[in-house]
């Protein structure tokens, strides 16, 4: 982008184009543009507070930006997963008045120290006895003396033999061992909770009511009295080849798996949706550069906002925006902008067959680790963010959908 520009791009920020065409009619962008949703990501959160069975916190790291933040907490969301002690002033500086609950399960002490008396975090998780050992003393005054108001959190791992993407291995205790750290956690804890993650992009309902039995057992193994049941996120939103059940399963499964916990007759159930609260948020524009048979080369890529295309073979749907193009599709895969072999997106991404150099391409369903995960490799990652008012190329939550367990050959949706 020209630096004279600077000022016209910015003005663009309180414009609502009616979609993607529009915009690309009206810019021919050099640089990729984001299209910010408000009224997609507003939906879902609406959609979340009113059928989730609990309270639903809002996983920070899937999308963190201000402007999302914000359409959230107006729809309802007012808890933070936060995971850093950046995250922590981010949303504290966005959301004053937002519950920030610190859900990393490795902390540094300066981290949970200021978190807890700076900005007034009392929710922790832990997966260890040192990490609960940390925060009792980081959160301790001057004196020694234990602070009486903390919500201490133990994550118990879980399989994650039903989600796209294992978040199995790095964090959790194991079942094995989980009953001495629930009781020393109960010790110090004013309310005890016990969290998990199932993986990210959850393709069935059992995933959740296989880890609650996990949690079953781990409380009465304990013999503690548990106040918060946190089923982690995972919620799955709709890409090419994968189409998830109806997130209502989800929600009903949990409910009565959930509702037999041997638990405090007080406790909350609580859920943090990531992905599933913001990946209808944002779609991209590229501009194809290249053509070379059936290989694209657009400008982002493995060091933009397409890093899960690239690295975990994630699909998104794609929209050529050219009138007359061919109807007939073939595959293709995308290079990015820069001079790394590792810059390839293998899709495959079905696009008109006549696609090429000039044209601009719509890669959707991207609000979710997309722009987050952008970096300036090479000189590029510049984008330009605009709102659209159209919907995404696909929804959870906007009612047309039909369930993708049904034909006219199935009548049971088990």
């Not at 003005?11 to 915009?23: K, N, R």
């Not at 914000?70 to 936060?82: A, E, N």
């Not at 959850?202 to 959740?208: H, N, Q, R």
């Not at 590029?380 to 696909?394: N, R, Y």
Request: include cysteine; glycine fraction near 8%.
């Amino acid at each position: 982008m020209l630096p004279g520009r600077k000022a016209y791009w910015g003005s663009l920020e309180l414009h609502i184009f009616p979609d993607a065409p529009a915009v690309v009619g009206a810019l021919a962008p050099d640089e990729p543009v984001i299209l910010n949703r408000p009224h997609a990501a507003a939906r879902a959160a609406r959609f979340f507070v009113e059928k989730f069975p609990g309270k639903s916190l809002y996983a920070v790291k899937a999308n963190p930006s201000p402007a999302l933040l914000r359409t959230l907490w107006d729809s309802g969301i007012t808890h933070y997963d936060v995971a850093s002690i950046a995250e922590v002033r981010l949303v504290r500086d966005t959301l004053p008045d937002a519950v920030l609950c610190f859900m990393h399960p490795v902390k540094t002490a300066a981290a949970i120290a200021e978190a807890y008396k700076v900005h007034g975090v009392r929710t922790f998780s832990l997966d260890t006895q040192e990490e609960l050992d940390k925060i009792v003393t980081a959160t301790s005054d001057d004196a020694g003396n234990v602070p009486e108001d903390l919500s201490l959190c133990v994550r118990l791992r879980v399989s994650s033999d039903y989600s796209e993407i294992s978040l199995a291995a790095k964090f959790g205790i194991d079942l094995a061992d989980a009953a001495p750290l629930l009781q020393a956690t109960r010790q110090v804890a004013d309310c005890l909770g016990i969290c998990f993650h199932v993986g990210s992009q959850a393709m069935t309902p059992f995933a959740y009511v296989q880890a609650l039995e996990r949690v079953r057992a781990a409380i009465v193994d304990a013999s503690v009295t548990v106040d918060i049941v946190d089923v982690g996120g995972g919620f799955p939103s709709i890409y090419p080849g994968m189409q998830p059940p109806p997130l209502e399963d989800y929600f009903g499964a949990i409910h009565r798996a959930a509702e037999s916990l041997p638990v405090s007759y007080s406790s909350e159930l609580w859920c943090e949706p990531g992905r599933a609260l913001c990946a209808e948020y944002n779609s991209l524009i590229v501009r194809v550069e290249k053509r070379r048979g059936k290989e694209l080369y657009i400008n982002d890529g493995a060091y933009g906002a397409l890093f899960d295309a690239a690295h975990l073979g994630w699909r998104f749907p794609v929209k050529l925006l050219r009138e007359g193009a061919s109807e007939s599709l073939r595959p293709f895969t995308f290079f990015g902008p820069t001079c790394d072999d590792l810059d390839h997106m293998d899709g495959p991404f079905e696009l008109p067959c006549d696609v090429g150099a000039g044209d601009y391409i719509e890669i959707g369903m991207l609000g979710a680790y997309g722009a987050a995960m952008r970096t300036a490799f090479n000189g590029f990652g510049l984008s330009v963010p605009v709102q659209v008012g159209d919907e995404p190329m696909d929804s959870q939550y906007r009612g047309d959908r039909e369930d993708p367990r049904r034909t006219d050959n199935v009548v049971s949706l088990r």
